[in-house]
């Protein structure tokens, strides 16, 4: 067994619950966890064999702490801190399946678990804007988006991919309600988006198995698009036709499009997204068209009217 | 010293204490670094959240000491107001100082182009007048009736604090809807018992 040092992570925050919910069954019981160090329980959480992947931004990674800690996920509370708190505990990540259908010629289902067994895990460092003007920069896990949508054979009226997270009121405590939000939570991209080589599955963050507050098992990453793209805990992909209603375009469709793609010229309706403060700085900086990814998304854009379909 | 007069010399620093420990509370936490990943943010939601409930508060004095018959909350009110005033300030600076960092261009953008910070700005340089003759002497200067036609500007200023929060909020406005009701509600009855008096003035003709 190879333990790994890990002397500035707060193993005992994300560890214990991703050891159990995975190994549930061979415990003997809940002492027998707690008897064990943390060093050893991480090691253990730790996805297997990630290579590394040519989109590794240079700049200082954000804390585990802070990315594990300052959550946008409604679904457990409104308050940044309330996911960390009612997420674990309540959300139950295993057994995990992703339901895949719509316009494809192989509709199917998948495990999380053998996902990741089977799957060429490659790590990506990729900013990470939030439509409210912050931002971080996060080690994900996981594959590109667009290899795993391929085996289902979208079919060419797949002109887009709709995407949805877990609707359990039980597990997710704000969906009982859906007077405000219209739960699930849904997103959705143009089948382009999903194909370009940016998309991302992410199944683990700084090496190890996704804490249930950052959308485990399985979430989006869509680096170049604000956060709430990039859809969390994800139970359902499927492939259509029209363009597929979203959460947050569906409550508020002033301020949040549904390209929603980082772009510093472009104002919310209520704040200027021209600068943004990357957590744990003092100073604003300035926000980077597409998040900086512009070399690889551009493309899909040309010609329209980025004011018009923000 | 009277009873009477003991009692309100022990309550005035209580009252004190009680407005200071959010902002001692504030202090530690950021001190400790207890705010999260994102303290400037969270300073200045707590300060602006700090500024409308004392702005209730104040504005909640009158209509409290009528209805529970309590004439000696009135010096309370502007106490109140002056702590609702120094928080309000300190969001402000904490704004311009540790969130903007004196970025003028971003700010004088924001004033304009967005009303949630519109709102805000305006709510306070409402209460700057107000702040600034509270005292006995600005009283004596201005005269009671005058006076009171300025401290009335409050009734514009709460409720634009209340819009600045309604309008900050992303699509859950429950909780500054609280605020905006419970100022409606001192406001009616403002209105109202203005209207009574103005009957029984003519009344009494």
Known sequence: MIIRQAPDLHGSEITPRSAYVSRRGLMVGALALAALPSTVRRAEAALPNVAKSPFVLDDKRTPLEDITHYNNFYEFGMDKDQPAKRAPGRLRTRPWTVRVEGECGKPGTFDVDDFIRRSALEERVYRHRCVEAWSMVIPWVGVPLGPVLQRFDPNSRARFVAFQTLFDPQQMPEESSRLIYPWPYTEGLRIDEAMNPLAFLAVGLYGDILAPQNGAPIRLVTPWKYGFKSIKSIVSIRFVEQQPPTLWNTVAPSEYGFYSNVNPTVDHPRWSQAKERRIGEFFRRPTLMFNGYGEQVAGLYTGMDLKKYF | ?205
């Open chain 2, 1 to 205: 010293m009277g009873a009477e007069d003991r009692r309100r010399h022990f309550l005035r620093p209580v009252v004190h204490l009680l407005c200071l420990l959010p902002l001692l509370w504030l202090a530690v936490q950021g001190t400790l670094g207890g705010l999260g990943a994102n303290p400037i943010e969270a300073a200045v939601r707590f300060l602006g959240d700090w500024a409308l409930r004392l702005l209730v508060v104040a504005l909640a004095v009158t209509p409290l000491r009528k209805l529970a018959g309590l004439p000696e909350l009135a010096r309370y009110r502007r106490m109140a107001g002056l702590w609702a005033f120094a928080y309000a300030s300190l969001h402000v600076s904490a704004y311009v100082v540790l969130d903007q960092f004196f970025d003028w261009a971003t700010i004088g953008h924001e004033i304009i182009k967005h009303k949630f910070i519109t709102a805000g700005m305006a709510a306070y340089t409402l209460l700057v007048p107000l702040a600034v003759t509270s005292t006995e002497g600005m009283l004596r200067r201005l005269g009671g009736r005058r006076w009171r036609r300025l401290h009335r500007l409050v009734y514009l200023a709460g409720p634009l604090a209340a819009l600045h929060y309604v309008w900050m909020v992303k699509a859950d406005i429950r909780q500054p809807l609280v605020y905006a009701a419970l100022l409606v509600a001192m406001l009616a009855y403002r209105a109202v018992s203005a209207l009574r008096q103005k009957e029984a003035a003519i009344q009494s003709r």
